[in-house]
């Protein structure tokens, strides 16, 4: 545990007898936390590594690097040669390249339960695709504030923090006792 004049930027408290995947993530300084990765994702400290020829050996330096890094979670676009195309199996061939856990092909209905790696197919009413994104992990932390720092660094408004919630692992409510 940090000391008083060395502040955590961020503390995982369990949340009673609910199993170790449920956690509450508080974040003591908000602005702290996105000013820390600002600096971090502005820097070449990790990208250096990649430079130059690759060969069998990196890939263990990959996954070790990749492995190192905080990571949170979000969405990416993906594919957008695909959009407006009817949905066929050349679109279900390209998507196989993302290796997705499950696809989803939707007229815009989705519940939010995140599912890595899951791939979801918007159509409009004609059955054409209008976006395809992917659930994905994302290095140096939360997946929200990393996407407001890609807005920042692309030139758009400046990001602003997320102030923290509940991250949960539904599955492990089968696990839980309540008692």
């Known amino acids: ?16 007898k609910l199993p170790s995947a ?18 971090t994702c502005r820097g070449d400290e990790y990208i250096q590594h990649f430079r130059g020829q690759t060969s069998r050996q990196d890939y263990d330096r990959t996954r070790a690097i990749l492995r190192e890094l905080p990571c949170g979670f979000t969405t990416i676009d993906v594919l957008p040669e695909l959009c407006g195309l009817p949905v066929c199996d050349l679109v279900l061939g390209y998507l196989a390249a993302l290796r997705p856990s499950a696809i989803r092909i939707t007229g815009g209905e989705v519940h ?68």
């Open 22 to 39: 449920y956690t509450r993530y508080v974040r003591l300084d908000e602005e702290e936390d996105l000013r820390r990765l600002r600096e």
């Open 1 to 16: 545990m940090a000391s008083e004049d060395e502040t955590p930027a961020a503390i995982s408290v369990p949340f009673g």
């Open 112 to 179: 939010t339960d995140a599912m890595q790696w899951r791939v979801t197919v918007l159509v409009d009413k004609d059955d054409k695709v209008e976006r395809i994104y992917q659930e994905v992990s994302i290095g140096f932390g939360c997946g929200y504030d990393m996407g407001n720092l890609l807005d920042e660094f692309k030139g758009g408004r400046p990001a602003s923090a997320f102030s923290g919630g509940a991250i949960m692992d539904t599955a492990a409510l089968s696990r839980a006792d309540f008692e």
